[in-house]
Nanobody, 116 residues
Framework: QVQLVESGGGLVQPGGSLRLSCAAS????????MGWYRQAPGKQRQWVAT????????NYADSVKGRFIISRDNAKNTMYLQINTMKPEETAVYYC?????????WGQGTQVTVSS
């Protein structure tokens, strides 16, 4: 079983950037397709991006294409999300999980607040 811990969130001004991290425990991280998800206040959790096990293929929600970059370092059991040109409506709790998601792998997430 994989346990996931997100970090790197915080307060950022509109147009700013953040780099989120997802640290995984367990030996199977490197064979899992992984993804980032987010849940804004009062809204359902939504998928943001996917990265395949070797990192050679990625996919993004249309709303974040060209601004977000998902990456992973299997040697460190860690996945990242570089978020650029942030918008206030992207204020949310950001989570990582496998793709498709595994119910037992949801962590606490990391809060990202975009505000001036």
């Amino acid at each position: 079983q994989v346990q996931l811990v997100e970090s790197g969130g915080g307060l950022v001004q509109p147009g700013g950037s953040l780099r989120l991290s997802c640290a995984a425990s367990g030996s199977i991280f490197s064979i899992l397709a992984m993804g980032w998800y987010r849940q804004a206040p009062g809204k359902q959790r939504q998928w943001v991006a996917t990265i395949m096990p070797t990192g050679g293929s990625t996919n993004y929600a249309d709303s974040v294409k060209g601004r977000f970059i998902i990456s992973r370092d299997n040697a460190k059991n860690t996945m990242y999300l570089q978020i650029n040109t942030m918008k206030p409506e992207e204020t949310a709790v950001y989570y990582c999980n496998s793709v498709p998601t595994t119910r037992s792998c949801w962590g606490q997430g990391t809060q990202v607040t975009v505000s001036s």
